[in-house]
């Protein structure tokens, strides 16, 4: 079973439930998604819309930061699951990518699924070759 295979069966339940809480009234996307630590925890987080499209909070974000405010390290997270209705795979945004390649693992995997058989998934490289990075970080 590849790493990408092993971490959807991981992950997949949590991201799903996690997209029942999510707030979509005006896209009707529901995002889930969950991030896990070195030390195997995880935490989840799903999209939250506002009227003011700049203001919405995408599930990745807020994945990571529930993960951060529970004191994960960044840097130290090696797998982000993403789970979407109404998408084949959803592909992160801009503002997330920037955020994953400074709070995830250099090389950590993402992915997106709608289902626990059909998913896609890259690198933080591959989703972000030239982050903006202040200091000496590389991913």
Not at 18 to 28: F, L, Q, R
Request: with cysteine; aromatic share 8%; charged share 20%.
């Amino acid at each position: 079973m590849s790493d990408s295979a092993k971490a959807v069966a991981k992950l997949y339940a949590h991201a799903r439930a996690a997209s029942d809480n999510a707030y979509s009234p005006y896209s009707g996307a529901r995002v889930g998604a969950c991030v896990v630590d070195e030390d195997g925890n995880i935490y989840s987080g799903c999209n939250v819309e506002n009227s003011s499209y700049g203001l919405t909070q995408c599930a990745e974000r807020n994945a990571l930061a529930a993960a951060i405010s529970a004191g994960m390290k960044p840097g130290t997270a090696r797998t982000l699951l993403i789970y979407a209705t109404g998408f084949e795979s959803l592909a992160p945004c801009g503002a997330c990518r920037q955020v994953m390649s400074e709070l995830l693992a250099p090389g950590a995997l993402v992915i997106s699924c709608h289902s626990e058989k059909d998913y896609r998934n890259w690198s933080i490289a591959e989703l972000l070759p030239d982050p903006f990075i202040l200091g000496e970080r590389e991913i």
